[in-house]
């Protein structure tokens, strides 16, 4: 009998604007992976009961919400239903509505499941706060972006606050509440894996970033 044979899983965990997305696309790139968001799995979620005017308290119904959607990736980006919801997904409306809908045990489980059904099917970098800890135990190398939390309100601002109407200090604010939740909520919270590298992007760019990484991840997978 032979012993199944996984694709190789790249994990990037970490709070919001430390250029996780950025970081985990290029990197995929690189290595000829695709790259997973699973941010933008809870963001739709999210969306799917803002259109249907569903209440974030409404538990059933999120959890319902969920179990409708159909995910894949093509070419790097993640299709929900069929379609590439990319642009809509980053509304700053939306991002603050994934952080109540992630808190729900039950939608963490439907989103897991196809996060790793995904996996199972191509080699991926994949990015979120859980993926080291809890998706992927056994990814071939795990990595913990970190960044001050004045400079990821900077980035998130340069990236959408123009287009979203949010000054730099409603991002800063709605920010710290939102890593606040993320990492103290009972089910994954957001924290290194014990076997992750901390990568503090502070100080560096993307090109940099992805350097570092891919060099470590070469050697891994050399090992
Ligand atoms: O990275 P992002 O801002 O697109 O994530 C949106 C929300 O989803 C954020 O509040 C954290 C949550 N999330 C999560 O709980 N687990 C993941 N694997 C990815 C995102």
């Known amino acids: 009998m032979t012993a199944a044979v996984s694709s190789p899983v790249i994990t990037i965990d970490g709070p919001a604007g430390t250029g996780k997305s950025t970081v985990a696309l290029r990197l995929a790139e690189r290595l000829g992976f695709q790259f997973l968001n699973t941010g933008a799995m809870y963001r739709a979620v999210a969306m799917r009961c803002l259109e249907k005017g569903i209440s974030f308290e409404d538990e059933e119904s999120v959890v319902a919400a969920a179990r409708e959607l159909r995910f894949c990736i093509r070419e790097h980006r993640l299709q929900v239903d069929g379609q590439d919801l990319s642009e809509q ?4 409306s939306v991002g603050r509505s994934a952080s109540l809908v992630a808190a729900y045990p039950r939608v963490r489980e ?3 499941e196809h996060q790793r059904d995904i996996a199972r099917r191509q080699p991926i970098v994949t990015e979120g706060r859980d993926q080291g800890t809890v998706v992927f135990p056994d990814a071939s190398r795990k990595f913990f972006l970190t960044a001050s939390s004045e400079v990821r309100a900077r980035r998130r601002f340069e990236e959408v606050g123009a287009t979203s109407g949010a000054s730099y200090e409603d991002i800063l604010r709605e920010q710290q509440e939102r890593d606040l939740r993320d990492s103290t909520r009972s089910v994954a919270p957001l924290k290194p894996a014990e076997d992750a590298e901390i990568v503090d992007s502070s100080d560096l760019d993307v090109e940099q970033v992805v350097d570092v ?8 997978l050399k090992n």
């Open 89 to 92: 997904l980053t509304a700053h």
């Open 110 to 112: 439907i989103l897991v």
């Open 213 to 220: 990484l891919a060099r470590m991840v070469q050697e891994s």
